[in-house]
C-alpha cells in the first residue's frame, strides 16, 4: 500500500495513475455508529471507502420491520453502484461499527469513472460483489436454521473488523438477520454454552472461531469465494 493511500483494499487495488485522479476529491471522515449513509430512494451526495468500521445495508419490509442484505467495510464501497447510475440509492446504508472512511462527492465520482475504464470496471465488479452478497444472505434467510445464519453473520462481522470482540446487542442481532429477539437469545445461549462464544450486555466475543465456522452454514465461505472470484479480495 502506498504511504498516501487509505487502507481500503478497493483504492489499494487502484494503479497510481487512477488513485492519483481520485486523491483531490478523497476527504477523510470519522464513522459514528448508526450514522446513515444513504437512505433507499434518496439521491446520494457522496460515495464512501470505509477503511475501518462495517456498514450494514439494509432493506424495510412492508410491516415495518428492515433486515440486512450485506455488511461491507474496508473491502468495498458505500453508493458506487448508485454513482455510477442515477445516484438515487436502492438501500439504507447504516453505520454499525465506527470508523473511518474516505469520502468523495458523487459529481466527482462519476467523472473519475467517465475518465477511466479501470475505475469503472472496478465499481461494476463490485458491484457483482454485492450482488453475490444480497442472494447469499436472501438464500441463507430463506434455507437455514437462526443458529447457522448468527453464527456466518459473526463470521463476516469478525472479517471486516479484524477482532474476534464485536460491540452488538442481542436486539441489533436480530434486527440483522430478520428474527425475533428471543430466538436470537435462544441461539445465543447455546453458542455460549458450546464456548464458542461469550455474551455479556451489548458485546460477543468470539472463544472458538473454527467451531463458529462448523456451526455456520457454506454461505459465508461462498460468498467470500465468490468474491474473490469477481474482485481478488481475500479476507
Known sequence: MRASQPSNQLLQMLDL??????????????????????????????????HSGSVSITVSLSEGQMIEIAMLGRDGVVGGGAALADGVASADAVVLFPGAASMVEIPAFRAIAAASARFRNLMVRHEQVMLAHAQQ?????????????????????????????????QETLAQMLGVRRNAISLVANALQRAGIIHYTRGQIEIIDLRALETTSCHCHAAAKARQAALIGIRQ
Open 17 to 50: 495513475a487512477d488513485f492519483d485522479l481520485l486523491r483531490p476529491h478523497l476527504a477523510t471522515v470519522e464513522l459514528a455508529r448508526d450514522t446513515v449513509l444513504g437512505e433507499a430512494g434518496a439521491t446520494l451526495r457522496h460515495a464512501y471507502f470505509p
Open 137 to 169: 444472505s436472501l438464500l441463507c434467510n430463506t434455507l437455514h436454521p437462526v443458529e447457522a445464519r448468527l453464527a456466518r453473520w459473526l463470521l463476516r462481522a469478525s472479517d471486516l473488523s479484524d477482532s474476534k470482540t464485536l460491540p452488538l446487542t
